[in-house]
């Protein structure tokens, strides 16, 4: 298994609060099989996270399981971040 080390960067809220960002990108994860517009899944463990893309038909499960309100939601996040 091949490892990255990454910065913990600072972010912000809306509403100004400052907040732990990590930025994961470049050519090394289409390498390991990450497309743009793929959905992922972070599991998350005191220490550690955990990403794992959808795969097809377990993307469709996850969409259809979803709250219909969430769905009209829109690109952001239920914190208006993207």
């Given at each position: 298994m091949e490892s990255r080390n990454l910065t913990v960067y600072s972010g912000t809220t809306a509403a100004y609060n400052v907040i732990p960002?990590?930025?994961l990108?470049?050519?090394w994860l289409g390498e390991l099989g990450f497309s743009i517009g793929d959905k992922v899944t972070v599991s998350c463990q005191p220490d550690r996270l955990?990403?794992?893309r959808i795969a097809?038909?377990?993307e469709q499960q996850t969409?259809?399981?979803k709250p219909a309100d969430s769905r009209?939601?829109?690109k952001a996040g239920k914190n208006g971040r993207y």
């Open positions: 960002k990590i930025i990108q470049g050519n955990i990403i794992e097809g038909e377990q969409q259809e399981t009209r939601r829109g």
